[in-house]
């Protein structure tokens, strides 16, 4: 299975009575996307609607956590979800092309950000099987395959996709940009800097991994990159595992 992260943009922000915030979000899209590989070469990868769309992936979204970035450490698990989760995501739908849904943040620093427009874009970060058959595409009939002679072409095709979480992102951070088995969308309004949030959460990483010297480990919640919320962070403990 390989890793995937599709970004997009949201909107419409609202208040809930518990104070945590809702925005209207879509997700991801089905069609043909580009990615980079190590080498600078573009690969283009479709991502049907019949998978896209499937019952089977659109149920692994559905109360998927949110997060601040993506992990370091890529996907969110039980024995990682404390320190990662800033939210939830809610009432997932999908329209044809796009699958949307509300994403609710509750971390208050989280919070702060999307009010503060710090945070205006989401990624979806997600596992999937590419099927190496290359074809084209045909956006108005749907149809796919070596044998259409119409449409965009493809050189891949995503299977089976499982989704993990879905990660707020700061504005202008849709830029192309890939690396080996982690793969960011670069379409034109999609993507991110992998270089930069690489460097990022490496720098956070280091932060996590120091240790007090009463054998308490550092928590500064792993993967965000508020820097300013750092210091503050560093100095909540939490019990060595």
């Known amino acids: 299975m390989t890793l995937r992260f599709d970004a997009a943009r949201f909107s419409k922000v609202e208040r809930t009575p518990q104070g945590f915030v809702r925005v209207q979000a879509n997700l991801s899209r089905i069609g043909v996307l580009e990615y980079k590989d190590a080498s600078g070469s573009v690969r283009r990868e479709l991502r049907p609607a019949d998978e896209?769309?499937?019952?089977?992936?659109?149920?692994?979204?559905?109360?998927?956590?949110?997060?601040?970035?993506?992990?370091?450490?890529?996907?969110?698990?039980?024995?990682?979800?404390?320190?990662?989760?800033?939210?939830g995501v809610l009432e997932t739908k999908s329209d044809g092309r796009w699958i949307s849904a509300v994403l609710q943040i509750e971390d208050a620093d989280a919070i702060e950000a999307v009010l503060a427009r710090k945070r205006t874009e989401n990624s979806l970060g997600y596992q999937c099987r590419t099927e190496e058959t290359p074809g084209r595409y045909d956006a108005t009939t749907g149809q796919y395959g070596p044998h259409v002679t119409s449409g965009e072409p493809?050189?891949?095709?995503?299977?089976?996709?499982?989704?993990?979480?879905?990660?707020?992102?700061?504005?202008?951070?849709?830029?192309?940009?890939?690396?080996?088995?982690?793969r960011l969308d670069g379409n034109a309004e999609h993507g991110v800097d992998s270089q930069v949030l690489r460097a990022r959460e490496e720098m956070l990483e280091r932060r996590r991994l120091q240790h007090h010297p009463n054998g308490r480990t550092v928590d500064p919640q792993v993967g965000s990159s508020r820097e300013d919320m750092m210091a503050r962070r560093s100095k909540q403990w939490s019990p060595a595992k």
Do not use: C
Not at 163 to 173: C, M, R, V, W
């Open 52 to 87: 896209v769309f499937a019952p089977a992936s659109l149920a692994t979204l559905a109360a998927a956590p949110v997060t601040d970035l993506h992990p370091s450490v890529g996907l969110v698990t039980s024995r990682n979800v404390k320190g990662l989760r800033v939210g």
């Open 154 to 182: 493809y050189d891949a095709v995503q299977r089976q996709i499982v989704y993990n979480h879905s990660a707020l992102l700061p504005s202008g951070a849709a830029r192309a940009g890939s690396e080996a088995m982690i």
